[in-house]
Nanobody, 121 residues
Framework: QVQLVESGGGSVQSGGSLRLSCAVF????????MGWFRQAPGKEREGVAT???????RYADSVKGRFTISQDNAKNTLYLQMNSLKPEDAAMYYC???????????????WGRGTQVTVSA
Protein backbone atom coordinates (compact mmCIF):
# COMPACT_ATOMS: atom_id res chain seq x y z
CA GLN A 1 0.00 0.00 0.00
CA VAL A 2 1.42 3.34 -1.04
CA GLN A 3 1.89 5.87 1.73
CA LEU A 4 3.18 9.41 1.61
CA VAL A 5 4.40 10.78 4.92
CA GLU A 6 5.19 14.46 5.30
CA SER A 7 7.49 15.97 7.91
CA GLY A 8 9.38 19.17 8.60
CA GLY A 9 6.53 21.51 9.40
CA GLY A 10 6.67 23.82 12.36
CA SER A 11 6.46 27.40 13.56
CA VAL A 12 8.77 30.10 12.25
CA GLN A 13 8.87 33.86 12.20
CA SER A 14 8.26 35.83 9.05
CA GLY A 15 11.36 35.69 6.89
CA GLY A 16 12.39 32.31 8.21
CA SER A 17 12.89 29.01 6.40
CA LEU A 18 11.64 25.47 6.61
CA ARG A 19 12.28 22.33 4.59
CA LEU A 20 9.44 19.92 4.18
CA SER A 21 10.04 16.27 3.36
CA CYS A 22 7.72 13.65 1.93
CA ALA A 23 8.79 10.04 2.26
CA VAL A 24 7.20 7.45 0.00
CA PHE A 25 6.50 3.98 1.36
CA UNK A 26 5.17 0.93 -0.42
CA UNK A 27 6.20 1.99 -3.94
CA UNK A 28 9.67 1.25 -5.17
CA UNK A 29 9.37 2.95 -8.56
CA UNK A 30 9.44 6.67 -9.29
CA UNK A 31 6.17 8.48 -9.64
CA UNK A 32 5.84 10.53 -12.81
CA UNK A 33 4.42 13.55 -10.97
CA MET A 34 4.90 14.70 -7.42
CA GLY A 35 3.81 17.90 -5.82
CA TRP A 36 3.11 20.02 -2.79
CA PHE A 37 -0.24 21.56 -2.01
CA ARG A 38 -1.46 23.64 0.89
CA GLN A 39 -4.71 24.55 2.54
CA ALA A 40 -5.28 27.29 5.07
CA PRO A 41 -8.37 27.39 7.31
CA GLY A 42 -11.40 28.62 5.39
CA LYS A 43 -9.59 28.52 2.06
CA GLU A 44 -9.48 26.10 -0.82
CA ARG A 45 -6.54 23.82 -1.35
CA GLU A 46 -4.00 25.30 -3.73
CA GLY A 47 -1.07 23.93 -5.62
CA VAL A 48 2.32 25.12 -4.45
CA ALA A 49 4.82 23.29 -6.64
CA THR A 50 5.08 20.20 -8.81
CA UNK A 51 7.91 18.22 -10.32
CA UNK A 52 7.86 15.46 -12.93
CA UNK A 53 10.25 12.60 -13.53
CA UNK A 54 12.07 14.67 -16.16
CA UNK A 55 12.81 17.26 -13.50
CA UNK A 56 10.46 19.90 -14.85
CA UNK A 57 9.09 22.09 -12.10
CA ARG A 58 6.16 24.45 -11.80
CA TYR A 59 5.40 26.89 -9.02
CA ALA A 60 2.49 28.98 -7.89
CA ASP A 61 3.16 32.65 -8.57
CA SER A 62 2.92 33.38 -4.86
CA VAL A 63 5.96 31.21 -4.06
CA LYS A 64 8.19 31.68 -7.09
CA GLY A 65 11.68 32.68 -6.10
CA ARG A 66 11.13 31.62 -2.48
CA PHE A 67 10.27 27.91 -2.61
CA THR A 68 12.16 25.10 -4.31
CA ILE A 69 10.82 21.63 -4.98
CA SER A 70 13.24 18.75 -5.40
CA GLN A 71 13.35 15.00 -5.13
CA ASP A 72 15.85 12.35 -4.18
CA ASN A 73 14.89 9.21 -6.09
CA ALA A 74 17.45 7.12 -4.26
CA LYS A 75 15.74 7.99 -0.98
CA ASN A 76 12.25 8.03 -2.47
CA THR A 77 11.75 11.43 -0.90
CA LEU A 78 10.30 14.71 -2.10
CA TYR A 79 11.37 18.04 -0.60
CA LEU A 80 10.11 21.58 -0.45
CA GLN A 81 12.60 24.21 0.63
CA MET A 82 10.72 27.28 1.79
CA ASN A 83 12.61 30.52 2.29
CA SER A 84 11.49 34.05 3.13
CA LEU A 85 8.31 32.71 4.63
CA LYS A 86 5.37 35.05 5.02
CA PRO A 87 2.33 34.82 7.31
CA GLU A 88 0.21 34.07 4.25
CA ASP A 89 2.25 30.89 3.70
CA ALA A 90 0.83 29.41 6.89
CA ALA A 91 -1.22 26.32 6.06
CA MET A 92 -1.35 22.57 6.18
CA TYR A 93 1.02 21.33 3.50
CA TYR A 94 0.30 18.11 1.65
CA CYS A 95 2.45 15.91 -0.52
CA UNK A 96 0.88 14.25 -3.55
CA UNK A 97 1.99 11.79 -6.20
CA UNK A 98 0.79 10.11 -9.37
CA UNK A 99 2.35 7.61 -11.75
CA UNK A 100 0.49 8.64 -14.88
CA UNK A 101 2.35 10.58 -17.54
CA UNK A 102 0.87 14.07 -17.66
CA UNK A 103 1.79 17.05 -19.82
CA UNK A 104 1.21 19.22 -16.79
CA UNK A 105 1.11 17.56 -13.39
CA UNK A 106 -2.42 18.27 -12.27
CA UNK A 107 -4.02 15.00 -11.21
CA UNK A 108 -2.76 13.14 -8.18
CA UNK A 109 -3.95 9.78 -6.92
CA UNK A 110 -1.96 9.59 -3.72
CA TRP A 111 -1.92 12.08 -0.88
CA GLY A 112 -0.22 12.40 2.46
CA ARG A 113 -1.89 13.55 5.66
CA GLY A 114 -0.11 16.85 5.81
CA THR A 115 2.31 18.79 7.96
CA GLN A 116 1.42 22.11 9.57
CA VAL A 117 3.36 25.28 8.83
CA THR A 118 2.81 28.33 11.00
CA VAL A 119 4.40 31.69 10.25
CA SER A 120 4.22 34.51 12.77
CA ALA A 121 4.54 38.15 11.77
Amino acid sequence: QVQLVESGGGSVQSGGSLRLSCAVFGYTYSFYCMGWFRQAPGKEREGVATIDSDGRTRYADSVKGRFTISQDNAKNTLYLQMNSLKPEDAAMYYCAADWNHQTICADFAYWGRGTQVTVSA
